[in-house]
């Protein structure tokens, strides 16, 4: 099954163009509140598999405050050449294959080390920064007074 092409993003991973896109609705478990951050591959040409990759942080729009990361080229590419190695086939249609990351594998697939952010009220916070890190509001409203 082809993914939308809507707000999808084009990569070329060792000479073959792939679409891709960070998953628009989270999808939490059953007695949980943490959904994982997602993101699913095909091929831009003739696509087959759909590549879906699990990481091992939250989405930037959850509410319980949980550490997140921005979903960069690098790291697409990354996982593009993980799942192939462990045997996906972008031509061949099917059920999505999936790709599970975990924490001590975003360094090598990323080169450097994951900045992480923190999700807050007004914005995402680097993870061990503070209150100063936010961006500046120019002006908070006071909340009218119902009649």
Known sequence: MA????DTRLITVDGTTFRWRVSHRPAYRKGD????LRFVVERAEEPGGVLQVSLPCARPDNWVGERTIVVRPVLVAGCVRRAIEQGWDAGRPGPAFTLSIA?????????EAPEYLVPFLWGMI??????KDLPRAT?????????
Do not use: N, V
Not at 3 to 6: E, I, T, Y
Not at 33 to 36: G, I, L, Q, V
Not at 103 to 111: H, Q, R
Not at 139 to 147: D, G, L, S, T
């Open 3 to 6: 993914m939308p092409k809507k």
């Open 33 to 36: 509140d943490r959904a994982p």
């Open 139 to 147: 002006q908070i409203w006071p909340r009218q007074a119902e009649h």
């Open 126 to 131: 680097p993870e061990g920064g503070g209150i």
């Open 103 to 111: 924490e001590d594998d975003l360094t090598p697939l990323l080169g």
